[in-house]
């Protein structure tokens, strides 16, 4: 059990995933044997539930709409056939498993994207690489003009 234990923790220290989050929308790149060919098939979806995310076997399901017909895989996370998970697009939710998805009522328009494109690294004076929104720091710019200006008229 012990070896066991010891084999699991390298596993897991080897292979970088990505921290992943119920909601994620995520390309998962598997090995498939076809005849005697192996090949990488691609499938990016929507990550609706992950199972056992504190043992040593992370269990995630992916679901994608393909030709009006939804597809769900069920892949263990750190699973030799699985080459990588890339995150694509981070959504905000408030549950841990999106089962309400599989409805076909449902339209994935209704869930608050965040573009990971939005946040950008700046490496600060001391080196230290610093991740800002550059959004919010556009409007906390003027926000801390319209309080001087509040302070300089009272």
Known sequence: MKKLREYNQKVRLSRKMPELRS?????????????????????????????????????????????????EITVPVYSPLVEKIEVVKRVKTRKSKLYYLRRQDFKLSKLKVKELDKFITEETEEGEIEAKEAVSGEKSEKSVEEKKEKEENI
């Open 23 to 71: 909601g994620d929308i995520v390309k998962v790149y598997r090995k498939v044997k076809e005849g005697g060919k192996e090949r990488v098939q691609v499938f990016e979806g929507i990550v609706i539930a992950i199972k056992g995310k504190q043992s040593s076997s992370p269990m995630v399901t992916v679901r994608r709409v393909s030709f009006g017909v939804g597809v």
